[in-house]
């Protein structure tokens, strides 16, 4: 919650969180808002440029350019969040139950991750809707797999260094059960890390479903997505070069959105962090105190 | 503990020149922290002369660590001193540089701290890096610096099969003998130790006291020591120094403030110490709770856990006064004589 | 006769895995009953830590019992039944890092009795507030974070709890040696009061002698994994009868400045002959400068005196020496 408010105080943050507010806006009513019909051809006005009644222009069938991408806005964000919750999901628990469920499972577990790293995404994403069928949903699933290491790999580490702490023991020693410690102590604590790693994937995510679309897998024409819209307008681009301008620069706004969102909530964890040197500078040090070294018998150059 | 052949105390001309013995004076010293916005160190003064240990002793926060830090000009980042005067053999070293510093600490003043380890290299044999310090510091070509840092190891109670181990080998006393050989390498005239004995085992704190007591003496070394313990102080120190939140609030040789406090606040803080005494007994307690770093209190900063406060100790700022040989801050201290 | 609270019978540790393997304590004998404070005084390497493990059941010792109220116990399985039912409590030295820092002191103190559960929201808080009281803390408190609260303070929340589990036996690693002399005596006075009025047993262990000053009935001296000395703490402290107790005594540093020995006369110096002990020899052998060929053989625990026991072949001869050194 801190470290949600202490986001908050940064201009970059709101100004993220707003951009993805309208993003959302457009994702749940992006087709009932859209001044046309987003299939709708205009073959009086092909690849148009930007006019009073069409904003964005036509594309090579004379469809409205504004419309297809507040329509397709909510095919590609979903697509990405679909990635993003099923990498979740996979990597995430997988990450949390290798540190508790006792070394075969650790080890077993970062072999399939190593795995799935050496796995190039998009040509996995072709060969999985090659095999159970060309929808976007499917691709998806498939990137999510793939995205699943990414989260593996940063919740075990923070579950790792919060599994040693001594308030772990403390609650062993209560009589706790992983599930309490899991929940009480651990899970609270890896949380801004995994939401920093859900924003970059969120980033990433999309930008697949752009290239998957862009490459025509997933989507059935004329249904209209942000990679679909971009790769027709690409195709005509010495006749309209103003064109894939405008679905690039949603991709790149909403990309840089939520990358922007995961660097100020990483800023926001590490400032506690921080401010653990500025304090210790103005009280004594005397809280610390290392028996680490050696026996005492060591002390005496004698023995 | 072997005592080694030592080196002669050589003084430099430069302190020669010098006609007091003394070696630090702080004078009205204010160290303000979270960038000038509290003042932590509100008017400290102490001097240390020439072979003569003197103990910095307080609670967590009461300024004693800033005051011995702004003496050795290493303060953190975001503490700064706001006025009085640091002087350094006759030299005033307030406002000097980083640069300027370099020549005399390591030089002339030698540190030592609670945690020896985050001060070595883990990679490095210990002998390397005192010789390293050696080498670069009195410009000894490499064979003589090797030669000079086992003479080190020996005058610390080290043998000389130390130079070729790592400090993963070496336990906690040990390491901090280390410390003080790389310290006292380039013949300082101050050794400033700060809670130096604190995480050690007793048994091997009382060899590093006697350590630095025989340095003080062989060397004319002045040792500045900081410390919450004053059982401590007491074994080590000829004058103690007492801080209480931010000020210093009486000074005087140690055996007076043992045998007659004058101050209330050294007068509790000789009932808390460690006495000796195993056996069962009520222990005594401070009552209350030191004001918060940088805290504004119109009077006397320890009249809200005074049994002797007055209506006048809480009106306006007490200042220092001579009182039977020693300086005190309380109204009250003729009275408090036992 | 009613069976002490928890008894250790001859227990030895040895911790690590074949060539690796170290003991860590040797023949360990330990008797706590209900309303005593026992301190266990170790140095670095004295296997104190060890000591506190193996009685709350996280190690299992390798020879010898540990029982507690008469049962034998065995790491694992019923220790952790008997854990949980709170009889034995652990506080740690340093709650900085004992206390989880994103929990408020109600969620920390409350964390034991949620974990046993069978209590209602309410039932909780009633008792989070006495065990509060019971350490004497406002439970305005309740609300704040371990860093928005003082050492002295954050300490008591340790131990608050502990008392919240309504145990019988309190076992306490180095509980004053992070706080100054102030703070240490208030939580000392503190364990004291608890002893008294809820007769609960205690254990102290600390490499420091004051962290015992005052309150401890028994104390018991470890070095390198033995008992050397165990007795009557003033007696022991007083008229130490092992050359290890003496050279702590004598070591730790006080305003009291009689001392009848040094610590100078108790240490060997390196021109001072020593006997080579091998594996068996008397643990202390090495740094004892009382030491004689009979030393190559590890002496057995004796009584000196009624509930006072050492392990040293010289305790009677030593002290003579020292004085003439």
Not at chain 1, 264 to 288: F, G
Not at chain 2, 237 to 250: L, M, N, P, S
């Amino acid at each position: 919650m801190k470290i949600i408010r202490r986001a908050l105080r940064l201009r970059s943050t709101r100004v993220a969180l707003g951009l993805l507010t309208v993003i959302a806006f457009l994702a749940a009513f992006g087709s009932a808002t859209a001044p046309y019909d987003p299939v709708h051809q205009d073959v009086a006005h092909l690849l148009a440029g930007p006019s009073g009644g069409h904003w964005l222009g036509t594309d090579y069938l004379g469809r409205d350019v504004l419309s297809r991408l507040m329509a397709g806005t909510r095919l590609s964000v979903l697509s990405a969040l679909e990635a993003v919750v099923v990498g979740l999901a996979i990597g995430a628990t997988t990450g949390l139950a290798s540190v508790f469920l006792g070394r075969t499972f650790d080890y077993l577990s970062n072999r399939v991750n190593d795995t799935l790293m050496t796995l190039p995404t998009i040509v996995f994403a072709v060969a999985v809707t090659a095999v159970l069928g060309n929808r976007l949903v499917q691709a998806m699933f498939a990137v999510g797999v793939l995205l699943a290491p990414m989260f593996f790999r940063v919740t075990r580490a923070a579950t790792l260094q919060y599994a040693q702490a001594q308030y772990v023991e403390v609650a062993d020693l209560l009589g706790a059960s992983r599930a309490h410690v899991i929940r009480v102590h651990v899970l609270r604590k890896v949380m801004p890390t995994v939401a920093v790693t859900a924003a970059s994937a969120a980033a990433a995510a999309l930008l697949t479903v752009s290239s998957l679309t862009f490459l025509g897998i997933g989507v059935v024409p004329p249904a209209p997505t942000w990679g679909g819209v971009l790769s027709s307008d690409l195709a005509y681009l010495s006749l309209a070069p103003w064109a894939p301008i405008a679905p690039a620069a949603m991709i790149m706004i909403t990309v840089g959105a939520l990358n922007t969102l995961a660097d100020s909530i990483r800023d926001s964890s590490r400032a506690d962090l921080d401010a653990v040197p500025a304090l210790s500078t103005i009280t004594d040090v005397n809280s610390e105190y290392g028996h680490a070294y050696g026996t005492p018998h060591a002390d005496h150059p004698a023995a | 503990m072997p005592t080694a052949p030592l080196m002669p105390t050589t003084l430099r001309p430069d302190v020669q020149a010098v006609t007091t013995t003394e070696v630090l004076a702080i004078e009205d010293l204010q160290v303000s922290v979270h960038n000038s916005r509290l003042g932590a160190v509100l008017g400290a003064s102490l001097t240390v002369a020439r072979g003569e240990s003197v103990g910095l002793v307080g609670e967590s926060g009461s300024g004693k660590t800033l005051t011995c830090r702004a003496a050795l000009g290493v303060l953190g980042p975001g503490c700064a001193i706001e006025s009085g005067t640091v002087r350094f053999a006759g030299q005033d070293v307030t406002r000097l540089d980083a640069k300027a510093w370099e020549a005399i600490r390591g030089q002339r003043v030698g540190a030592v701290f609670q945690d020896p380890t985050s001060y070595l290299n883990p990679s490095i044999t210990v002998g390397r890096q005192l010789a390293e310090v050696v080498r670069i510091k009195l410009g000894l070509p490499r064979r003589q610096a090797k030669a000079k840092a086992i003479e080190l190891f020996e005058a610390v109670g080290l043998q000389a099969k130390v130079y070729g181990q790592l400090p993963v080998e070496l336990s906690g006393g040990m390491l901090q003998r280390v410390m003080i050989a790389i310290a006292v390498s380039c013949d300082p005239e101050l050794l400033v130790a700060d809670e130096a004995t604190t995480a050690l085992d007793v048994t091997i704190q009382a060899e590093i006291i006697e350590l630095i007591l025989r340095l003080r003496d062989e060397r004319g070394l002045a040792v500045l020591f900081v410390s919450h313990d004053l059982a401590v102080i007491a074994e080590l120190c000829d004058r103690v120094v007492v801080f209480y939140a931010g000020e210093v609030v009486e000074t005087g040789p140690t055996a007076q403030i043992l045998a007659s406090p004058r101050h209330p606040y050294t007068q509790a803080l000789l009932k808390v110490a460690s006495l000796g005494d195993y056996g069962r007994r009520q222990l005594d307690v401070i009552p209350g709770q030191p004001p918060s770093v940088g805290a504004q209190i119109s009077g006397c900063r320890f009249a809200d856990r005074c049994a002797f406060a007055l209506d006048a100790c809480r009106e306006a700022p007490v200042a220092v006064r001579e009182v039977d040989g020693r300086e005190v801050r309380c109204l009250r201290a003729e009275e408090l004589a036992s | 006769m009613t069976e002490p609270l928890l008894e250790l019978d001859n227990v030895d540790v040895v911790l690590g895995h074949r060539r690796r393997a170290a003991r860590i304590l040797s023949a360990v004998d330990l008797q706590v009953s209900a309303g005593q404070i026992i301190g266990v005084i170790g140095e670095t390497g004295s296997g104190k830590t060890t000591l506190a493990r193996t009685i709350v059941g996280l190690i299992e010792p390798a020879a010898g019992e540990v029982r507690h109220s008469g049962l034998k116990s065995v790491a694992g399985k019923g220790r952790r039944d008997a854990r949980r039912t709170g009889r034995v409590q652990f506080v740690f030295q340093d709650p900085l890092r004992s206390l989880d820092p994103d929990l408020t002191v109600f969620e920390l103190v409350a964390e034991g009795l949620r974990i046993r559960g069978g209590l209602s929201e309410s039932e909780i808080l009633d008792r989070v507030a006495a065990a509060l009281g019971k350490v004497g803390l406002d439970s305005g408190l309740l609300g704040q974070l371990p860093a928005q609260i003082s050492g002295g303070q954050r300490q008591r929340v340790s131990i608050a709890r502990a008392l919240v589990m309504d145990p019988e036996l309190l076992i306490c690693d180095e509980p004053v040696s992070a706080l100054d002399a102030s703070n240490r005596n208030q939580v000392l006075r503190l364990l004291d009061d608890l002893r008294s009025s809820l007769g609960i047993a205690i254990i102290v262990i600390s490499h420091d002698l004051s962290s015992l000053a005052g309150i401890a009935d028994r104390v018991l001296v470890l070095y390198r994994g033995r008992v050397v000395e165990e007795g009557p703490i003033g007696e022991v402290f007083g008229a130490p009868r092992h050359p290890y107790t003496a050279l702590l005594v004598a070591s730790a540093p006080s305003l009291g400045l009689h001392r009848p020995l040094t610590a100078r006369q108790l240490r060997r110096r390196t021109d001072e002959p020593s006997v080579v002990t091998a594996a068996g020899g008397c643990v202390f052998a090495d740094r004892c400068p009382f030491v004689t060929e009979v030393c190559t053989e590890q002496p057995r625990a004796v009584e000196a005196e009624p509930g006072w026991h050492v392990a040293c072949h010289h305790a009677d001869a030593w002290r003579d020496q020292a004085v003439n050194r």
